[in-house]
């Protein structure tokens, strides 16, 4: 019997599979190079943490003028980041990496622990209550560490940690150290109650709309961080506090359109 000789049926098939071999294969190194980049990107909150802790530790209006805007521009890289490790599939590219455990070390820093320490830095508490802010530290640590700290419908469970924001407002706006005091703690309680706060980079309507009132809001920001004063406290600056109060649209949107969903999902 004549030995078989197995003949491919397609060999214009072969040609192409083979082409788009060769293509992911020069194509990887420049993956790789840009998955690492992204991280690198991400780890630009690790370097403005430090610098802001240095501030912090150095005081005064000035240097928590600093603080507040290098928080400023680590909002937005974290806002960023996740869209470009989507783009560029960090997750297949560098499996052995994960990047959400550094998104979180950063995030932690940035969100909790030094927006915490220009509270008792600035000494926005009543005298002798520092102590109280270990709650929101561990409260915080309590958020991040729950496995359904987001929900499959795209939410946040539990107040997320934004005490940059708490931080800034509490500075800015010169709030009576007894009522700081209060809205640190009912922040942090807030952390340990199943309620839904809005994911704007989720999809959705109430997420498009945080998204354009967010992009507003931040704009009032860099206006109030651009016109604070230098070397006094912006409380004694008339159009800071005015465009301060005025920014709070959004925190307050934030906070009724987020508890509007909860409750609704609590009694439907």
């Excluded at 980041?81 to 052995?96: E, I, S, W």
């Excluded at 550094?102 to 220009?118: A, E, G, I, K, Q």
């Amino acid at each position: 019997m004549a030995p078989s000789i197995e003949m491919n049926a397609n060999p214009t098939l072969d040609l192409k599979e083979q082409a788009q071999a060769d293509a992911r294969t020069l194509a990887a190194p420049v993956l790789r190079f840009l998955a690492w980049g992204v991280h690198l990107y991400t780890a630009l909150g690790l370097v403005l943490a430090a610098t802001i802790a240095v501030l912090l530790v150095r005081g005064g209006p000035d240097a928590f003028r600093w603080s507040f805007i290098l928080m400023l521009v680590a909002t937005l890289i974290d806002a960023t980041d996740g869209t470009l490790a989507r783009r560029v599939r960090v997750k297949k590219v560098l499996p052995n990496f994960d990047g959400r455990k550094l998104d979180d070390l950063t995030d932690f820093l940035t969100y909790t622990f030094l927006p915490l320490l220009l509270i008792w830095r600035a000494q926005l508490l009543p005298t002798g209550c520092d102590a109280w802010l270990l709650l929101p530290l561990l409260a915080s640590a309590y958020g991040f560490c729950q496995v359904e700290a987001k929900t499959d419908d795209g939410y946040f469970l539990g107040f997320p940690s934004l005490w940059n924001i708490v931080a800034f407002y509490l500075y800015v706006l010169n709030i009576h150290a007894w009522l700081a005091l209060g809205i640190v703690v009912m922040l942090s309680l807030l952390t340990f109650v199943p309620s839904r706060y809005l994911y704007p980079s989720q999809p959705g309507l109430l997420n498009r709309v945080s998204n354009v009132l967010g992009a507003v809001w931040t704009l009032f920001l860099i206006a109030i961080l651009y016109q604070m004063p230098v070397g006094i406290a912006p409380s004694t600056h008339d159009s800071v506090n005015v465009m301060a109060w005025v920014s709070l649209f959004y925190p307050l949107y934030y906070m009724v359109a987020s508890w509007s969903v909860t409750l609704r999902r609590w009694f439907a």
